[in-house]
């Protein structure tokens, strides 16, 4: 009995030394070079890191991240078609497993967006979100792909899914806002209904009260207009640059253009350090001919801040509107000087 033992083991040894030879001999072989590429693709050495992912498949070719490395890095090399012939060969593999097949469809869905081949992405990344549910970063591009090329009706359903989970409520407002930014304008309610969703997924959000107050603007609506951008300035007073200009055009048209100055100089309480907004005010000061106002606050601002140059040209030129032409020379010297003092960079008194 144990001599038929040991005729089997024996049969059995010489039966899978080649299998674990030729094993052993692949492992030796695609390991080494496989970690080459990444390592070159990672030092920007693209050529090399071809070579080495084509040596890692050629010994492997169940590797299916280097065949995807490889395909990427034709991509970046303008071999288009060859990157996505790569990627396309990958994807019609049957024996892939779930994670593998998803990494092959994300890279062609990159492919395909680079190429602008925005119907074939669409199509794969409907097959992710369709593998998994969870896959926010793929839900997120295919509603993007869905307002790119007008598909509202798709786009509407997908934004409905993405705000159902709690943890993707602020990439879903985004979206909606995106949504509403983007729908015709033949459809304004719509659009109304995008950017309100938007605001309920995320209350704080800047961007969607920019372009709420952009579309009320649009549709001739300037008190709603001017109401939502001053929402802004109440929970941002700091971000007052991304509303300024619009809310001039708004007051204006509306014909209360006095109301923008009482805006401002309660805004600067708030942001007393803000210079742009200084200078807004300023500018609107002159404007109204209240020159000597205008004066007073870039001074006092220019005192404060003699490294900001921008109230400082202004001043010289308001100086120069009253006549006193050495005040402003006086402070365009100082700008130049400032400016001279910037380009030489640290260390230049000690070069001097």
């Known amino acids: 009995m144990t001599w038929l033992i040991l005729v089997i083991i024996a049969m059995l040894v010489v039966a899978l030394y080649p299998v674990v030879r030729d094993f052993l001999r692949k492992r030796r072989t695609t390991v080494p070079a496989y970690v080459e590429g990444l390592q070159a693709a990672l030092d920007g050495r693209r050529a090399d890191a071809i070579v080495r992912?084509?040596?890692?498949?050629?010994?492997?070719?169940?590797?299916?991240?280097?065949?995807?490395?490889?395909?990427?890095?034709?991509?970046?090399?303008?071999?288009v078609e060859r990157a996505i012939k790569v990627h396309e060969n990958l994807s019609l593999r049957r024996n892939l497993d779930k994670r593998d097949e998803k990494q092959v469809l994300l890279a062609l869905v990159r492919d395909y967006i680079q190429t602008d081949r925005k119907v074939k992405a669409i199509s794969l990344l409907e097959e992710?979100?369709?593998?998994?549910?969870?896959?926010?970063?793929?839900?997120?591009?295919?509603?993007?792909?869905?307002?790119?090329?007008?598909?509202?009706?798709?786009?509407?359903?997908?934004l409905k899914e993405l705000a159902r989970h709690s943890s993707q409520r602020q990439r879903a407002a985004r979206l909606y806002t995106e949504y509403g930014r983007a729908h015709p304008r033949d459809d304004p309610g719509a659009a109304l209904a995008a950017f309100e969703t938007a605001l309920k997924l995320d209350p704080n959000s800047i961007e969607t009260r920019l372009y709420l107050g952009d579309h009320h603007f649009a549709q001739g609506d300037t008190n709603a207009a001017i109401k939502t951008w001053n929402e802004i300035?109440?929970?941002?007073?700091?971000?007052?640059?991304?509303?300024?200009?619009?809310?001039?055009?708004?007051?204006?048209?509306?014909?209360?253009?006095?109301?923008?100055?009482?805006?401002?100089e309660r805004l600067l309480r708030k942001v007393p350090d803000d210079t742009g907004l200084v200078v807004a005010l300023a500018?609107?000061?002159?404007?109204?001919?209240?020159?000597s106002s205008a004066v007073r606050l870039l001074?006092?601002?220019?005192?404060?801040?003699?490294?900001?140059?921008?109230?400082?040209?202004?001043?010289?030129?308001?100086?120069?509107?009253?006549?006193e032409y050495d005040r402003a020379r006086q402070v365009l010297a100082e700008v130049v000087s400032a400016l001279q003092s910037e380009s030489a960079g640290p260390g230049s008194a000690t070069r001097a």
């Open 299 to 323: 001074e006092r601002v220019g005192s404060r801040h003699k490294g900001d140059i921008l109230p400082r040209v202004i001043l010289a030129a308001m100086y120069c509107d009253r006549g």
């Open 53 to 79: 992912f084509k040596e890692a498949v050629a010994a492997d070719s169940e590797n299916v991240d280097a065949y995807i490395r490889l395909g990427d890095l034709f991509m970046q090399q303008g071999e």
């Open 233 to 264: 300035l109440d929970v941002a007073p700091d971000k007052s640059a991304l509303v300024r200009d619009r809310l001039e055009r708004a007051y204006f048209d509306a014909g209360k253009f006095e109301d923008i100055t009482t805006l401002y």
């Open 283 to 291: 500018e609107i000061y002159q404007k109204k001919e209240d020159l």
């Open 128 to 158: 992710l979100v369709h593998m998994d549910r969870s896959d926010a970063a793929s839900a997120e591009k295919l509603a993007e792909l869905y307002i790119e090329t007008g598909a509202w009706d798709k786009c509407e359903g997908q």
